[in-house]
């Protein structure tokens, strides 16, 4: 089935540095991804839409500046949290959607916690 | 108002038990439901589809009811590796909503 892998799975990073989050597909062409970024026993919060060759759509209330959205081809999308602070310190994780549609449609990759210190 | 609204629980049921969960969604012109299962601190992955003739697979039955915008996870027979939080998710366009996940823990 369509597999996402998403790196780094943990990372740690000092107030003010910024973090790069990748996601690849890795057995499919990936034309749309969405971020996603999930709070201690919350649900998922679509954070922006990636589509490949084009600007990310950003969902109302997120900072285009501070999380950049790169998905320069059809199997790699990236997340940058660019100057981070510990209130960004959160799961975010990824998800891509296959073009036949796939297994259910779209499929996450694993996910990264992030710790800002 | 949400898109998609879900009992966050917690449901704790004894093994053996039958649980239900239920989820509604405000945009009648949805298309796609899906139920979810996210260990805690994992990525949430597919468990069923929701098809409007209703879907079953082994110990889970999955049911939409469209005049009434609402979708239901039954599980019968209760495992203790069930114990997860369940997220039903409906497409609507080329978005993806999610409800809050409902947290299941089967005791034994």
């Known amino acids: 089935g369509a597999v996402v892998s998403q790196h780094p799975s943990r990372v740690i990073c000092k107030s003010g540095t910024s973090v790069k989050i990748e996601c690849r597909s890795l057995?499919?062409?990936?034309?749309?991804m969405f971020w996603y970024r999930q709070f201690p026993k919350k649900s998922l919060m679509l954070m922006a839409t990636s589509n490949e060759g084009s600007k990310a759509t950003y969902e109302q209330g997120v900072e285009k500046d501070k999380f950049l959205i790169n998905h320069a081809s059809l199997t790699l999308s990236t997340l940058t949290v660019t100057s981070a602070h510990p209130e960004d310190s959160s799961f975010y994780i990824c998800?891509?959607?296959?073009?036949?549609?796939?297994?259910?449609?779209?499929?996450f990759g694993s996910g990264t916690r992030l710790t800002v210190v | 108002r949400k898109e998609v609204e879900q009992d966050p629980g917690p449901f704790n049921v004894p093994e053996g038990a039958t649980v239900a969960f239920n989820c509604t969604y405000s945009n009648s012109a949805s298309q796609s439901f899906f139920w979810y299962r996210q260990d805690c601190r994992k990525e949430p992955k597919l468990l069923m589809s929701?098809?409007?003739s209703g879907n079953e697979d082994g110990r889970f039955t999955a049911q939409l009811n469209r005049a009434s915008q609402y979708i239901s996870l039954l599980i019968r027979d209760s495992k203790l590796s069930d114990s997860a939080t369940y997220l039903c998710v409906v497409n609507t366009g080329n978005q993806f909503y999610f409800g809050t996940g409902t947290s299941l823990t089967v005791i034994p």
């Open positions: 057995d499919f062409q990936a034309t749309t």
């Open positions: 998800s891509a959607r296959t073009r036949a549609g796939g297994q259910g449609g779209y499929t």
């Open positions: 929701v098809y409007s």
